[in-house]
């Protein structure tokens, strides 16, 4: 097919950036470089090339996901570098629902700015990265990344590394990982490459994004809304990428229209082997922590939530500095604070003043008067018993101990509080709290726990997911969950129901009897996957539950998790409780974390599910020492302690409980 010639140069008239259109107006540029490649690209993602090709244009279903997925891992195979051009079509296959746009010559910017939250910001000078699943696995093949810098991203918990030049290397946990960076780095370079050809198609927009000058200029105003209009960015989405990017927004985008990105991806030595290893060695911090305080044969609640909601809810560390949280939301240092402190305390809103105590908090933590806070709570979560291990070894996961003894009832947050909290005084049992993991990770690393505890009590899984048929904000609580990872269908008996939370949800509404879909990756699914899921009354959608399960199945079962099978989990020897709060509303164009973000109001829904979780714990312990040791034995000690009589010591009673005090 001859080439198109060269236009000459002409000026055409700013496009309306609100004006959806189905091609781009052709682009003005002198360099016939950049003309070509905007041509090859707008071609590459047309109807008509797919049709030249045999393909023809199909609604996305389940197999072109499969087909992406078999096609990365069969890539990372090589023991060389892999370009991700050769991964282009077969993204633009599964019309991911987090990348609709991804065949438009126009940003799609919900794509945009999710990959900019799951990215580090050193990603806009890389081109390559390495995948790893261990500091050893990159030693060996002469990558020393515990000398390079490292970065993060502001939404994914993952240990990255940049050398200060042209690469970054990551710590994969488990294929999930995989089935993550991927995708986001395939959907980044594609919408890089939108913006590449957009700022280059008139000379002068180079120009304006190296203009300097007071952001308060109207000039500076006028300039913004001409560069919005000709990258085609409407005015929120453009908000929220200066969240994202901050005072480096014009400086990220001159980086862009600089050169077009092609990434390349290497995976170093990655096998099943070196995910147990990897998973061992995070373990190892947290079992020597146990040794030493005596802890490793307790009976223990485990708990997948997050580092921050248990932890408030149990210290009092935050509640007990009320008065200055409140003069710093007051301050008028951030406005948004001010104004929502404002409204609580005139009623104006509802919402709950312990919330709002727990956001303030995050944000008091970057202040320097917030940081010597921090310093000093750390001393005090000890003095209760709370022990936080972190991250050292290749999964970016925190874990928490909690010993229910140790805890102070007048400092439990007053939604957790009920009769008999005195008796906790009692208990035996820890909560092993860890950072809730990423997909398979979530096999694995309660495998390790299952293998290493011997007395589990209860599990309570707490995550994030797509809802179907709810809102941002909603709570889901299901009671069936498929896994596509092993294919396996769960029917559990969950310990949760729609009284346990909704009196502590303020927003968003309850929605139990659900059925769940555990994903691989949250770029691997397309509107056909869930009309299908959806047509079996699938309605939850997360990456998690499904994984937990094949764990507990293995501690049940004989044999390694099955393929395919109905599991039956109604009757199981310990509290199974899962809860998932709605951040994604895949069925709304647009409408998920790339989009949005649940901010404070995300609070209401993660601290009603926390509170739920704390209070069956503290319930069932409660409950427990009453059965234990009797009521008239608990009198004569609370007897004893008002005479100021010593009770008697305890520290080598057994705490082996029948099975019937784990079910419930």
């Not at 000398?147 to 918990?157: C, E, G, L």
Request: with cysteine; hydrophobic share 35%.
């Amino acid at each position: 097919m001859p080439r198109k010639k060269p236009t000459p140069p002409r000026r055409i008239p700013d496009p309306d950036a609100f004006e959806p259109r189905e091609r781009i107006e052709e682009f003005v540029n002198e360099e016939e470089d950049s003309e070509r490649l905007q041509e090859e690209v707008a071609r590459e993602s047309s109807d008509e090339y797919m049709v030249e090709r045999g393909e023809g244009r199909h609604e996305a279903g389940k197999r072109d996901v499969e087909l992406y997925i078999r096609t990365y891992n069969t890539l990372l195979r090589s023991s060389g570098e892999v370009s991700l051009k050769a991964l282009v079509q077969a993204h633009y296959n599964i019309d991911s629902s987090l990348h609709p746009d991804a065949r438009s010559p126009y940003p799609d910017m919900s794509a945009l700015i999710y990959c900019a939250l799951r990215l580090p910001s050193a990603i806009l000078y890389c081109t390559h990265v390495l995948l790893g699943q261990s500091e050893e696995v990159f030693l060996k093949q002469g990558f020393q990344v515990d000398r390079w810098q490292a970065v993060t991203a502001p939404a994914r918990r993952r240990k990255w590394f940049y050398d200060g030049k042209e690469t970054l290397a990551v710590y994969v946990a488990s294929v999930s990982d995989t089935d993550d960076i991927v995708p986001i780095l395939v959907a980044f370079q594609i919408e890089w490459n939108k913006l590449y050809y957009l700022i280059n198609a008139d000379p002068t927009t180079i120009q304006l994004l190296s203009t300097r000058m007071d952001r308060s200029s109207p000039v500076f105003a006028e300039i913004t809304r001409v560069l919005r209009q000709r990258l085609h960015i409407a005015a929120d989405d453009w908000r929220r990428l200066e969240v994202v990017w901050g005072d480096r927004l014009w400086e990220n985008l001159l980086i862009i229209g600089r050169q077009r990105k092609s990434f390349t991806l290497r995976m170093l030595g990655g096998s099943h082997v070196g995910f147990v290893r990897a998973t061992r060695k995070w373990w190892a911090p947290v079992e020597r922590l146990l040794d030493s305080l005596g802890l490793r044969e307790r009976p223990v609640y485990f708990v997948s939530s997050n580092t921050h909601s248990l932890v408030n809810l149990t210290s009092g560390s935050v509640l007990r500095r009320e008065a200055e949280l409140i003069d710093f939301a007051l301050s008028g240092q951030d406005q948004y604070l001010a104004k929502e402190c404002h409204k609580l305390q005139s009623g104006e809103v509802p919402g709950n003043w312990q919330n709002f105590l727990y956001f303030a908090a995050r944000e008091w933590a970057r202040t320097p008067e917030g940081q010597e806070a921090m310093r000093q709570r750390v001393a005090e979560e000890q003095e209760r018993g709370i022990w936080h291990v972190g991250a050292r070894h290749g999964l970016e996961i925190d874990a928490q101990i909690f010993e229910l003894a140790r805890l102070h009832p007048t400092d439990v947050d007053p939604r957790c509080r009920m009769p008999g909290m005195d008796l906790l005084a009692k208990s035996k049992a820890i909560i092993l709290n860890i950072d809730y993991p990423l997909g398979m990770a979530a096999y694995r690393m309660l495998r390790e726990i299952m293998e290493n505890m011997s007395t589990i009590l209860g599990i309570y899984i707490l995550g994030k997911a797509a809802t179907l048929n709810g809102s941002i904000g909603d709570v889901m609580i299901s009671n069936v969950v498929l896994d596509e990872h092993s294919q396996n269908t769960y029917w559990l008996d969950n310990c949760f129901s729609a009284q346990d939370v909704q009196p502590y949800l303020i927003y968003g509404s309850v929605l139990d009897n659900q059925k769940a879909v555990s994903g691989k990756g949250t770029f691997l699914q397309n509107r056909q996957y869930f009309d299908f899921y959806y047509s079996a009354n699938y309605t939850v959608v997360e990456m998690e539950s499904g994984p937990y399960l094949n764990a507990v199945y293995e501690d049940q079962y004989l044999t390694r998790y099955p393929i395919g099978e109905n599991i039956n989990f109604a009757r199981l020897p310990y509290d199974l409780g899962i809860l998932h709060y709605a951040s994604d509303t895949p069925y709304t164009r647009g409408k998920n974390l790339g989009a949005g973000s649940l901010s404070y109001f995300g609070m209401d829904s993660t601290y009603a599910c926390a509170v739920a979780i704390v209070r069956r714990i503290f319930e069932r312990e409660i409950r427990y020492v009453q059965e234990r040791y009797g009521k008239a034995e608990l009198r004569e000690e609370a007897a004893a302690a008002r005479d100021g009589r010593q009770s008697p010591p305890e520290s080598g009673q057994d705490d082996s409980r029948p099975m019937e005090a784990s079910v419930t």
